[in-house]
């Protein structure tokens, strides 16, 4: 059951993002060809702006679930075992405790904006537009959560997978496969 819903978590975020992006890829290139035409769109540049927000907060939940922010794996793989899991766990205190943070005071400017809408297009509260706070914040926690365990399992373990050196393992790996191909080339001549 966790599987599935991490699974559908991921795989829901994921569709969001490659829409979020392709829709604001949309709305500049529109508003790029009808601006050297002459007939610019007085929404563009806030529509925009919102949507790279949105792409912003929603982009790094999704890269919460992937672990794929800067972290410091290299500093806990070099603690002794024992230290790896209460490390981590501190951690991962202090980023959910930041974004529980987040996720409140969003809520609280929701409030504040209530009533107001965007600039352009008067139709659309600005609640909306920056409802993205509390909701990325929410995001981000559940990502963090749903990543947690396979985190504690490699710190129990051999120690956190560094997706940064994770390319870098990956082409040195084919180098070497390369390379010890080569003698058994050069022979056979």
Known sequence: MF????????????AFVITLLAAL???VLLGVACRKLGIPLVWYDE?????????????????????????FPGLINAMPP????????VGEVCVIGFFALLT?????????????TMVSLTWVPTQLTQSVIPVGGALFIVAQLLSLPEVLQQARGAGIEDHEQKPV???????????????AQGGAR
């Open 3 to 14: 599987h599935a819903f991490r699974t559908a978590f991921d795989r829901t975020l994921t």
């Open 104 to 116: 409140w005071f969003g809520v609280q400017v929701l409030q504040i904006l209530e009533g107001d």
């Open 47 to 71: 529509g925009a702006s919102i949507m790279l927000a949105w792409l912003t907060y929603y982009g790094a939940a999704l890269a919460a679930l992937k672990r794929a922010h800067i972290g």
């Open 169 to 183: 393992a990956e082409v040195m790996g084919e180098v070497e496969r390369a390379e010890a191909t080569l003698p």
């Open 25 to 27: 890829a949309v709305v």
């Open 82 to 89: 024992r230290w790896r899991v209460p490390s981590v766990l």
